[in-house]
């Protein structure tokens, strides 16, 4: 770790999916190399094992990601996971270490400032999921063949000189009613929250990053590792920030975090 590593309180990330094609891993291990924390929540959707059940896929990038998570908890930092629903399997786990890593449902979390925050991945408060999973995998199929579209795409912009977009991501916010869903997904993560008598919720789940307030309590979704590169911070004050991972990719230790554009 060089000097100029940037060093914050907490960081969260989720909807990481290793094991998809869709997983932006270099970018996320530029990321892990660059910053240092105290606590470290892994929200969820970090291992994609839906669509690892019917096709295996796994470079060394990927296998580079969980080898860098273990080491940063072998190293002192408290690494807390909650499984989401591309993750399920490891709720038969919960309350157990792995490496280091402690699997729970969910988590509160107080801040620097004293702030009390529900940690949840929310695939429970997504209507779809619960109520007719089978349309979970099958939206799940549609976003593989998307995220193939996407690959290809991003080879000719890369051949052009252009710098990585995503295509996928473009094409899910350009969806009919979506701007619907999240404001029902949104409402139903914070109702969660007033009802735990907490000050806010942060979760993952809609690859939507976002940081709001609704009825008075603090939204925040820290986004994705597949359309938008994102992670939660929070500083040493215990303000939180939204951070995109710039691009391009440049070499290993000179990129710069820069804040999410409004």
Known sequence: MTDAAHRYRTVWISDIHLGT??????????????????????????????????????????????????????????????????????????????GSVLVVEDTIHVTADGRRLLVIHG???????????????????????????????????????????SLSGYLKHKVKHRGKFIHNYETALVDEARKRGVDGVVCGHIHFPQIKTVDGILYFNDGDWVDNCTALVEHASGELELLRWPEPIVEARSAKVVPIAS
Not at 34 to 58: K, Q, S
């Open 21 to 98: 094609r869709g997983c932006q891993a270099e970018r996320l291990l530029d990321f892990l190399r660059e910053v240092e924390c105290d606590t470290l929540y892994l929200v969820g959707d970090v291992i994609d094992f839906w669509r690892m059940r019917r096709a295996r896929y796994w470079p060394q990038s990927h296998n580079d990601v969980i080898q860098k998570l273990l080491r940063k908890a072998r190293k002192g930092t408290r690494v807390i996971l909650t499984p989401g629903n591309h993750d399920d399997m490891l709720r038969g786990y919960l309350d157990h270490e792995f």
């Open 123 to 165: 695939d429970q408060f997504d209507s779809v999921v619960a109520r007719a999973p089978w349309l979970g995998h099958l939206g799940t199929h549609a976003n593989a063949a998307s995220q193939l579209v996407n690959q290809w795409f991003n080879w000719g912009r890369s051949k052009l000189g252009y710098p990585y977009w």
